[in-house]
């Protein structure tokens, strides 16, 4: 079974797929060492995920499970800092 993990950072979004039927947004996490791919339960990817909107541009912590570059987000917690935590 994957192991849960903790992540600290930065949460942006990238508009990558211009052009192809499917142009939602994706979610990425900005550690101090790596950018994560952020997955949560969306519907499609032509739409945004409103759970993962909401922390948009905000400094979080989430709890998830990683797999390559990928985070699978089990929960996410907005924390008061103005830079990168080292989580």
Known sequence: MPECNKFGGLVFIKHGRIGTKIEGPDYYLQTKKHEYVLIHERA????PDYYLEFFCRKMVVVMGIQVGNEIKVLNIIEICKSLIPDE
């Open 44 to 47: 499609s990817l032509v739409n």
